[in-house]
């Protein structure tokens, strides 16, 4: 019997690539983002050999964007996006402006006409949803002031890109009537209508969310979890997250991305937004190594040595001209030198709305087909580059953050996050514990009625601030990072408690543990037999398998209760 497997063949072969070049690359010490991008470089139809269904492989990508955005909104309130928006609204709109307009002068220099100039620098002016929360999150800046930043101009530039989308048919239309009617001006009163509506459309989707959804959602995952169907609660996730997304596009013309953001934000004032965002996460990553072997297909190698010098001009203004462009604006705003170097490293790239934008634009014929071409380039190579833009601006923070000679720079500098601020504790003879959830609270508990000097090191707010309000210390932040840890004075330390229950985590964070204080007594928890020997092998002193307890716990019952039973 024949079957059709594009589906199956674009998927298989573009994960099994993407794992054995990101493997490659990861052992080069580079990102497997590259890995990743150059698989897709391989799948397509510019190299010889397997070619991966171009028109499946975006819409697969697609999903990952949503399940991305879902993710996001979830550590989000509309309180948290509301505080960034004095920054946010007009520091996206000004970018878009600077960028749009360095687009029109290389496109004038390439003899194209002004429409083309303005398709292509709208291309170029919008950071790809992927590449800037995966950076973010890799970072542990998510929960930051600065990740908060961030996320509201990443929303900003979507829904900037929605009215651009609806406004391009609009433009082409009135430009061929233009040339008709020879010469005659525009019909701006068609063009601020059809603004209008679409505005209209994002705030009605929005009104919905905020008044119905809010509502809604938290009460339908509370009825599924009461079920106890683990299968169902994760359908009920993908069917809100999906379900919501597609259903914004559709009725209102919202993207994806923007639909499921609401979505998750909505989701994020129930108790079980953190079981939802876990539930979710191994299809999130699946699907989001799927868009950037989606954008790898797209390229065409040939173009660096057909038109090297537009394509180091297109970089340009997406690594250089956008960035500079928001390191400005936030500086202006009396933000620090470290929020403005991270916001232009999270912009210092381009992805899946500048590939939705060229494709109208090349379809309306405002765009040739060199324009899109150069847009491609510039988005791998820009993504490619990220990583190393972001290590950059680390590096660089502290020493420009230092600099005094900057007019822009404030005289005081606003309070970052307190995630941001590692002041190192003061306590000697403490127990240190890793993570303040299930299992950390009701150790800290325990130790608070023993007397026992404290210290909790979370990075989630909500845990931070609950940990916070039971008068514990506590640093925020993640405890791989190195100068988490050093701030929680691992040397002055009685014990180590690792409370998280990722082990790859745990683990990292147990080695740089042992290595600073051989006698530390570390403690720490595993779900299966490798991990407990993945622990003991980076230095736990003891480890507590979470399976081996709870039966260790029922067969003491069952081994009380046996006496009675003969007896009777």
């Known amino acids: 019997m024949p079957h059709e497997t594009t589906l199956i063949s ?3 072969i573009g994960l099994v690539l993407a794992f054995i070049l990101g493997a490659i690359a990861n052992r080069l010490r580079i990102s497997p983002l590259v890995g990743y991008l150059l698989a897709g470089v391989v799948a397509g139809p510019f190299t010889p050999g397997f070619v991966a269904d171009q028109t499946l492989a975006p819409q697969l990508a697609e999903i990952g964007v949503v399940l991305l955005m879902f993710g996001v909104g979830m550590h989000f309130s509309p309180k948290e996006l509301l505080s960034v928006k004095a920054i946010a609204i007009p520091g996206a709109l000004v970018q878009i402006t600077v960028a749009t307009l360095l687009g029109m002068v290389l496109g004038w220099s390439l003899g194209w006409p002004l429409s083309a100039g303005i398709v292509f620098g709208v291309a170029l002016s919008t950071a790809s949803t992927v590449v800037l929360l995966r950076e973010m999150q890799e970072r542990r800046l998510l929960e930051t002031m600065r990740g908060r930043i961030a996320v509201g101009w990443l929303i900003v530039e979507d829904i900037a890109m929605v009215l651009a989308l609806v406004l391009l048919p609009a433009f082409a239309h009135l430009g061929k009537t233009q040339a008709a009617a020879g010469g005659a001006s525009f019909d701006v009163q068609a063009l601020i209508l059809t603004m209008g509506f679409t505005i209209g459309k994002v705030v009605a989707f929005i009104a919905v969310m905020m008044l119905a959804g809010r509502r809604v959602v938290p009460w339908v995952l509370h009825r599924i979890a009461h079920t106890g169907s683990r299968e169902l609660f ?11 997304a597609f259903g914004a596009s559709a009725l209102f013309d919202v993207s994806f991305a923007l639909g499921a953001f609401f979505a998750g934000m909505i989701l994020s004032e129930s108790e079980l937004s953190q079981r939802a965002a876990e539930e979710t996460l191994p299809l999130r990553d699946a699907f989001a190594v799927l868009f950037f072997v989606s954008v790898g297909m797209l390229f065409d190698p040939s173009i660096l040595v057909r038109d090297p010098w537009p394509v180091v001009a297109t970089v340009a203004i997406i690594i250089f001209g956008k960035s500079l462009a928001a390191f400005a604006i936030v500086l202006a705003f009396r933000h620090p030198m470290s929020t403005a170097l991270t916001i232009s490293a999270s912009l210092a790239q381009i992805g899946e709305f500048s590939f939705i934008i060229a494709a109208l634009g090349l379809h309306l014929e405002l765009l040739p087909q060199r324009a899109n071409d150069l847009i491609l380039a510039g988005a791998l190579l820009s993504i490619c580059a990220n990583p190393l833009i972001f ?3 680390a590096r660089a923070g502290p020493k420009l953050g230092r600099w005094k000679g900057s007019a822009a720079e404030p005289v005081a500098e606003p309070e970052e996050d307190k995630e941001t601020l590692l002041i190192p504790t003061r306590l000697n003879e403490h127990a240190i514990i890793v993570g303040y959830g299930r299992v950390g609270s009701l150790i800290a508990e325990r130790l608070l009625l023993e007397g026992r000097p404290l210290l909790v090191v979370e990075e989630r ?13 506590v640093i925020s932040g993640n405890a791989a990072q190195p100068g988490v840890l050093a701030a929680a004075n691992l040397e ?3 014990t180590l408690v690792v409370a998280i229950p990722h082990a790859f985590e745990a683990g990292q964070i147990v080695a740089q543990a042992r290595s600073s204080n051989t ?13 407990v020997e993945l622990l003991r092998q980076h ?5 507590v398998m979470g399976e081996r307890e709870i039966a260790r716990g ?10 009675a039973a003969s007896a009777a």
């Open 539 to 543: 230095g736990a002193s003891f480890i």
């Open 10 to 12: 674009t998927i298989v």
């Open 492 to 494: 002055g330390a009685q």
């Open 391 to 393: 290590a950059l601006a």
């Open 519 to 531: 006698e530390l007594e570390i403690v720490a928890r595993a779900h299966f037999d490798a991990e």
């Open 554 to 563: 029922m067969l003491e019952r069952i081994l009380l209760s046996r006496p």
């Open 234 to 244: 994760r359908l009920a996730v993908l069917s809100i997250s999906l379900g919501i």
């Open 461 to 473: 707010r909500d845990l931070v601030d609950k940990a916070r309000g039971a008068g514990i210390e």
